[in-house]
């Protein structure tokens, strides 16, 4: 079986590329039959599997060391590439939607693809090329430089994912210090970070007002493809959230407080859930893999002969080690049909999050792979999400092989995580409306309005005597801020569909699992809403649908008595 260190890249020569495209477009427009448009598709969809592969390689080798020179240098021209190859899969797109055999199109590829093409159609101009191209630099430039951190702490040079497993030490002095060791190198780099984000938002208002936008706020929706619902809707949804999520989690605060016996909990103290310490995994990240080998064989013959694919491929790059850019991702190489998981272990519980999320999204692309469409690869930000979000809690019968004597204590966890992630979600996504209502806001204005909106959803939120946190710096940690904007809702929207797949499980397991895999295989293929019909699950953002979710939660984590973890 070929290797993931087998594949291929060669630098794509654009010029070619552009000359290939530019005449399989001329011969799409001037096809006299159906037949002739599909094939001429599908050689076109080739053609784009070839580039798109090439670039997520770089992505993927980059990230995995960011100090590779020729990775590094090959991430330079891709990103100057690809506002150009944007520009050329606009002309297939115009080409598309005005098809004299649309209807018939439509009626093979699903209605989606046309939704997809018209949407990204309304993102780009060719005059904006060299504005993207700043844009995917910026991008870069924050990425390494948060790979950059190297904090003395406890004897070596530490990472910032380094530094995690301190942060959750059941020694409130150490956690303290190493929270504010990683705030620290935020501090140093504050001017830095703030220049980056400035030039980001200024490009990105830029980019908006050329295409006719009266700002950055209704194109961010457009290029995150949300053809079913708007900011208004957004806006509604946030407030189901301040009112019935917002106080169940401030209950749930107040019991880890008591189960740590503070009289309220600061900053350092939220990572800690238990005085005996956090659940974590009982062995290192060959143990946890092939725990995972055998959680997914067990699960169904679907995700066996999945996970066996991805161990055998090696397409998976776990641990956190020197040089390597944070987070955790999932992605798609189309060429050989291959997702890729990329993560970070630290020996935290986030190893088997990590897991059983990155591997829900590697399971919906493995499962979605042969719909020869790349638009379908993945769906769109927000549903793509569920697929993550459910296997963390599809895979909750398994969870005695990681955690061994703590399973419960790492399932209360869980739960409770997912229900006060959900208001941290919604201030990273109200934060990026005031940014870009207000792009010509200060660096020093945009913290202020962090902290305003902070408080509102996090009202418990105590940074104690931290100066920089205090002042709405927090969010120069969440990436998906300066790299994705508006990226974050859709994380919450897929915690409220999680959750309603965790009831369903809890109800009837083989029904649930039949409603999980239908959606993966569907892929891309339709929009946000009309997966979540077709999942059987509620609109998240239909009143009512937040309060049914949260009942069931709430009943199950007040049933556990966590005072003796």
Known sequence: MLKFKDYKYERPDMDKAEKLFNDLIEKFQAAESLIEQDKIMKEINHLRSEIDSMAQLVGIRSSINTVDEFYEKEQEFIDESMPIYEGIISNYYKVLVNSKFKNQLEEKWGKQLFTLAQMQLKTFKPEIIGDLQEENKLATEYGKLKASAKIMFEGEDRNLAEIDPFIQSKDREMRKKAYEASTNFYVENEKRFDEIYDKLVKVRDRIAKKLGYNNYVELGYIRMMRSDYDSTMVSNYRKQVLEYIVPVAEELKKRQAKRLGLQSLKYYDEPLKFLSGNAVPKGDSDWILNNGRQMYKELSPETNEFFNFMVEGELMDLVSKKGKAGGGYCTFIGKYKAPFIFSNFNGTSGDVDVLTHEAGHAFQVYSSRNLEVPEYEFPTYEAAEIHSMSMEFITWPWMKLFFKEDELKYKFTHLASALTFIPYGVTVDEFQHFVYENPTATPEERKKAWREIEAKYLPSKDYEDSEFLNNGGYWFRQGHIFESPFYYIDYTLAQVCALQFWVKFNENKELAWEDYLRLCKVGGSKSFL????????????????????????????DAVDDSNM
């Open 530 to 557: 009309e997966l979540t019909k077709y999942a059987s699950l509620n609109n998240p953002f239909e009143d009512g649908c937040i309060e049914s979710v949260i009942t069931p939660v709430k009943q199950w984590l």
